[in-house]
């Protein structure tokens, strides 16, 4: 596996990038989805995956 320089400026704002399994592309999914239906699948896994990690990481809200 290599290094990977995106050359994303650190004043551009949050964003979402997927580095492709291919090694040497990537996509800013907050602006388009991968073409490759493969690479659509194992991103949207991805996401779902860091949802859950964030759900699980919020207080439990109180009942009323």
Do not use: N, Q, W
């Not at 596996?1 to 979402?16: N, Q, V």
């Not at 194992?42 to 859950?52: K, P, S, V």
């Amino acid at each position: 596996m290599t290094d990977l320089d995106i050359g994303i400026r650190g004043d551009c704002g949050p964003t979402l990038l997927y580095v492709h399994t291919d090694e040497g592309s990537s996509t800013f999914v907050d602006k388009a989805p991968p073409d490759d239906p493969r690479e659509r699948a194992i991103c949207r896994a991805l996401l779902l995956h860091a949802l859950r990690l964030l759900d699980a990481c919020e207080p439990a809200t109180p009942a009323p």
